[in-house]
């Protein structure tokens, strides 16, 4: 999902400036509740888990350009369902920005076409939760169907986000429409592999048996009253 350099270029920026200001003032106020409920320490050990899991996926794990963006396995569903929506956006913010001052200072630009991508696919994700997961549900048991459900919203928030930028960026002419086909393609295989895992982590989860909130896991992964 790392927007390609020169998709948006001169002024339209900077529209990218205020949407990323925008996800990250909300993070900011989520965050804040987090450690209101939580406390701090708590709040930073999950976000520090969190970025240390999207780094891991941004440069780690295996990544490849197509079209107007790049293909990467991001698990925002997982780290959600794990640590919380303030955790998992402060880790994706954090992750990104780690890889763009240490790794590929060549992101950097976009930056904030990459962080509103990611954060307003969170935030669209912590919207329709609600409606997925019953109230009185703890997230370890949520059906399959439910965990799928959501790995699709999140999915599908990542990929019309990127197609937003590029036809933003360089409109709607023949070639431009196939780099966004080819990419919404080529990242069917994480729309594929992505909620495998996800069912993995949930399967994990009530094999051990995970009855007490700790500092790592967020409280609704195991209090239907959280």
């Known amino acids: 999902m790392h927007i390609e350099a020169g998709v948006v270029v001169g002024a339209k920026m900077l529209l990218s400036y205020g ?102 696919s969170m935030l669209a994700l912590n919207a329709v939760i609600r409606k997925i997961i019953p109230k009185g549900i703890a997230y370890k048991d949520i059906s399959y169907t439910q965990m799928l459900k959501m790995s699709i919203v999140w999915e599908g928030a990542i990929v019309s986000w990127v197609a937003f930028w590029a036809f933003y960026g360089q409109g709607f002419g023949s070639e431009n429409i196939a780099n966004v086909l080819s990419f919404g393609s080529a990242y069917m295989s994480v729309i594929i592999i992505e909620p495998l895992i996800d069912l993995a982590v949930l399967s994990a989860v009530k094999a051990f048996n995970v009855t007490k909130s700790n500092v790592f896991f967020d409280k609704k992964l195991i209090d239907c009253k959280a």
């Open 19 to 120: 949407t990323a200001a925008g996800v990250l003032g909300v993070s900011s106020k989520l965050a804040f509740d987090s450690i209101k409920e939580s406390g701090l320490l708590q709040f930073i050990v999950k976000t520090i888990l969190t970025t240390l899991i999207v780094f891991c996926c941004f440069e780690v794990l295996p990544h490849y350009a197509v079209g107007v963006s790049e293909v990467h396995l991001i698990l925002g569903t997982t780290i959600f369902l794990i640590f919380g929506i303030a955790p998992a956006a402060f880790g994706l913010a954090l992750g990104l920005l780690i890889q763009g001052l240490f790794f590929a200072q060549f992101d950097l630009p976009q930056y904030g076409m990459n962080v509103t991508t990611l954060l307003a």
